[in-house]
């Protein structure tokens, strides 16, 4: 699909290159306006405007292809053009419990869990920390969620960090489980991402953080989160070029420090629901919004964090369903590389493993629409259909064996029985499938677990980081 024309790509680039001339942003990490002004930037106190053609280098400098490894060293994710993966969300308040339905505050507990389930999950292809936990020290959550998604599952891990110090011991857990940080650089197996304060400001944790990872060589993802008509213009376009602002002025800042260093641009970028004041997650026009700001990372040849599988239901119901199909459709349509928030509810403020259950489902019926319907001479089976002629059935050709798996997609959830047989088994609804689902994951599945002494080397490094904090 596509938003705009070549056109229109040009404008937005032209609307976004004038704002950080014209207004520039505010900064408030000393190390990013130092950078800035060596580069060539106007730096007046905290604001600093930035001359296009210091965007534009950025730019081409940025990678235009970023791979990611996983635990076990295999290269699974290629962000680069249309590629798209799939993964959970991270840092929601609540999380709603598929055991005892509870709506609740999240534990180092529920990211173990929930590292473990997604590991199961087949179209769930990166894992996030799925909730903001309670029962840790609060300085140190980064840390402790990153060291059990890391021990929970085999999966690639996008993070979050609250400082430079607790992302420098995530880095040298990877190293652990690398070998070296030349062999983590070469074939990282996390991204960690940081988002500026919407509109147009930079503080210092954020861009210390990026620049850190771009001084490492380790993926770096910068997503501003504007909302049309509260900290972005009403207008979708005016919305889009203030993300873009944000992202661009962090890649500059990124490319000064280590040209070449790899960098993914993002955005969760969305409207405000002026009747329920409520940040909306399953609108139109969040859907939209996404795929435009898609269709400029791709105008940049720069890759893309994008969302989808998200929804401003407070329950697994019906709107829950429809939202979460729509944009995680809209998502792999327009682009995205890196589809995150699959799990999302309440607008963000909350997780369900029922839903991302949900979700991993509706994702594999997308990537079966994506893939299309190859041509060649042996899907034209015209030699077959020769075979079978005028009023015969292909039920018995040995072609319909070798074919049917690889054509036809078979859910797991979606229900496709006869009446009697569907009430005969229960007569389950989907919601309940799926929280069957979620539960006896949860119960029987079990991750490939880390050496005993790896696991003491990450836990070594969380305890000399606890007494560094304390």
Known sequence: ????????????????????????????SDQALEVLKKGGAYVDGNRARIPAAMVEKAIRSCPSRVAVGNRDGERVMFLEGNNYYFGAGPTAIYTHDPITGERRLPTLADTERASRVIDALPNIDYQMDFGTISDVEAGLMDVYTFKAMLENSVKPIVHWAYNVKNVKAMVEMGV?????????????????YTEPVTPLVHEFNALDIS????????PSIYTP???????????????????????????????????GAPFIMGGVITTMDMSAMQITYGSPEFNILAAGLSEMAHYYKIPMFSTSGCSDSKCCDAQQASEIAQNILMAALSGGNLIHDNGYMESGMATSLQSVVLCDELIGKVKRMMRGIPVDEKNLAVDVI?????????????????????????????????????????????????????????????????????????????????????
């Open 386 to 470: 020769a075979e079978v002629g005028p009023g015969g059935n292909f039920l018995s050709e040995e072609h319909t064996l070798e074919n049917y798996k690889d054509e036809i997609w078979f859910p797991e959830l979606h229900n496709r029985q006869r009446y009697d047989d569907w009430k005969a088994d229960g007569g389950l609804t989907m919601e309940e499938r799926a929280r069957q689902k979620a539960v006896d994951l949860i119960n029987n599945y079990q991750p490939p677990a880390l050496p005993n002494e790896l696991k003491k080397d990450l836990n070594d490094i969380v305890i000399q980081l606890e007494k560094e904090t304390k």
């Open 176 to 192: 652990k489980v690398r070998g070296s940080l030349r062999a983590l650089q070469e074939n990282p197996l996390f991204i960690i």
């Open 211 to 218: 620049m850190t990872l771009a001084e490492l060589e380790i």
């Open 1 to 28: 699909m596509q938003v705009f024309t070549e056109q229109q790509k040009e404008e937005i680039h032209s609307a976004a290159l004038e704002v950080l001339e014209r207004v520039g942003v505010e900064i408030h």
């Open 225 to 259: 989160a504007p909302q049309a008509g509260v900290s972005g213009p009403m207008t979708m376009a005016g919305t889009i070029v203030v993300s873009i602002c944000e992202s661009l002025s962090g890649l500059v800042c990124h490319q000064l420090v280590k040209e």
